[in-house]
């Protein structure tokens, strides 16, 4: 019975060191998702079958950081690392509002971005959007 219980605590434990649920994704509205792929990176993926977002979906966003979203709005912070010192961070809006269409590729006013942190700050402005970017991956 206590074995029971200590194998309880730690997938709890485990599980609780993200915000992701245990199978490395969370929906994040209208078929977009945040997964974890190998090693700790992490992607914005589409998905037309919610319940296939668990195998992976259309690659949106890679190499996401930060990131929060809303009914409407999902902004993002990727990081891509040239070497141990040297790293690039972009920032990153999608319209979850905006019908996606493959056979059209109208990713126009859906993805907006890459943009630098200034370039965020009048897209949320001018959208009217009040959210605020946390890690991907919280500390305890």
Request: charged residues 25%.
């Amino acid at each position: 019975m206590k074995a029971k219980f200590l194998i309880l605590y730690f997938i709890l434990y485990i599980t609780s060191c993200s915000s992701l649920d245990v199978l490395g994704y969370k929906n994040l509205g209208n078929h977009y998702f945040i997964w974890e792929g190998d090693h700790y990176k992490y992607s914005i993926i589409w998905t037309p079958d919610d319940s296939h977002a668990k195998v992976g979906g259309t690659l949106v966003i890679s190499d996401v950081v930060k990131y929060d979203y809303n009914k409407i709005f999902i902004i993002t912070k990727t990081t891509e690392y040239k070497t141990s010192k040297d790293s690039i961070n972009k920032f990153w809006l999608i319209n979850k509002s905006r019908v996606i269409d493959f056979n059209k590729k109208n990713w126009d006013g859906i993805l907006i971005g890459p943009l630098d942190s200034l370039g965020l700050i009048k897209q949320m402005q001018q959208n009217k959007i009040e959210l605020k970017l946390k890690d991907v991956r919280p500390t305890k």
